[in-house]
Nanobody, 115 residues
Framework: QVQPVESGGGLVQAGGSLRLSCAAS????????MGWYRQAPGKQRELVAS???????NYPSSVKGRFTISRDNAKNMVYLQMNSLKPEDTAVYYC?????????WGQGTQVTVSS
């Protein structure tokens, strides 16, 4: 199964933390670029973190210093550690996989941050 599967979402108070997990089974995970995106109601889907096959990471300014993406190639897993969460981080979070020019999306996991 190439399609990623997310887990770990939930309800958290502002200032709290959550860790999202993404299972990306199938071949060629090690050479895949992985990313986390989010989509809030009425807004476009946006990138929140990405990690290359060589573990280079990228974050937009809105989450830099608060979110950390990591990968475990032995387990075919990608993680998103989210700290100092804000109400504006509320969204559905999607895991994205890019392998040899093909893109695969997970079904998403809801993250809700209460004020």
């Amino acid at each position: 199964q190439v399609q990623p599967v997310e887990s770990g979402g939930g309800l958290v108070q502002a200032g709290g933390s959550l860790r999202l997990s993404c299972a990306a089974s199938g071949s060629f995970f090690r050479v895949s670029a992985m990313g986390w995106y989010r989509q809030a109601p009425g807004k476009q889907r946006e990138l929140v973190a990405s990690i290359t096959s060589s573990s280079s990471t990228n974050y937009p300014s809105s989450v830099k210093g608060r979110f950390t993406i990591s990968r475990d190639n032995a387990k075919n897993m990608v993680y998103l550690q989210m700290n100092s969460l804000k109400p504006e981080d509320t969204a559905v979070y999607y895991c994205n996989r890019e392998t040899f020019g093909r893109t695969y999306w997970g079904q998403g996991t809801q993250v809700t941050v209460s004020s």
